[in-house]
């Protein structure tokens, strides 16, 4: 006797809202079938694939004016930022997992190149030499931004003995970083400006920012004892 067919119909899989889909990341068996793909390509030799990066936070992230959008800062306001106002980047690379990863650095470099009244000459990005060569230099070169290189802490240095000295942890690399990257915007680049922004990377800037802290000016001329404002 044949089996009745069942009256039970399972529920259709309803479609995820876009919001909430997510690609998986490709397994092992995956990552193998890419990397014979592109070996066919090479001529026969396998190439290693690798997984695809994490999207841009600027890309997933709502960055939000401080002011409504319909009263942008006033021109005058912009323009005196613009004249007395530098902003230092400061790409913390002590703090990464991986020294080459610039992606923090970009999404900050481009939410600021999008800010109102955005002067390229009043930006400077300060970050180790340390393995960067060429990767940092294109990523300056991209956004006409200039940049100045710092030793790391503890390079080169050695004992009376000849050995190498301990070497210092990523807060005390990144402290040094710092003290450096304010020794040389205060003493050389920025020395023609009244004031200056120290942001470090991976922050999203409002497009208003530089309007923003412009208007801060005034709270540090009305009060000589006030060294910073935010």
């Known amino acids: 006797a044949q089996p009745r067919p069942s009256a039970y119909q399972p529920p259709q899989a309803q479609e995820r809202p876009l919001s909430a889909q997510r690609r998986q990341p490709p397994g092992a068996a995956e990552m193998q079938r890419i990397s014979r793909l592109r070996g066919s390509a090479a001529g026969g030799r396998p190439v290693p694939a690798r997984r695809p990066a994490s999207p841009s936070m600027l890309a997933t992230t709502q960055v939000f004016r401080f002011a409504p959008a319909d009263t942008p ?4 306001v912009l323009r005196r930022g613009a004249e007395e106002v530098g902003v230092l980047i400061v790409a913390a690379v002590p703090r ?3 020294p080459l990863d610039n992606r923090a650095l970009e999404d900050t470099l481009a939410s600021l190149a999008m800010a109102d009244g955005f002067d390229r000459e009043q930006v400077l990005v300060v970050h180790e030499d340390r393995q960067q060569g060429r990767t940092m230099e294109n990523l300056l070169n991209r956004y006409s931004v200039g940049g100045h290189a710092v030793s790391p802490l503890g390079a080169g240095k050695f004992d009376t003995d000849g050995h190498q000295e301990s070497r210092p942890s990523k807060e005390q690399r990144a402290t040094y970083l710092y003290r450096q990257a304010l020794q040389h915007a205060v003493g050389k ?3 023609r400006f009244t004031a200056l922004v120290v942001v470090e990377e991976g922050m999203l800037l409002a497009p208003d920012i530089l309007g923003y802290f412009a208007q801060l000016l ?6 000589p004892a006030t060294m910073c404002a935010s």
């Open 73 to 76: 800062p006033p021109d005058a």
């Open 96 to 98: 990464r997992r991986t």
């Open 189 to 191: 680049a920025f020395a």
């Open 218 to 223: 005034e709270v540090l001329e009305q009060d």
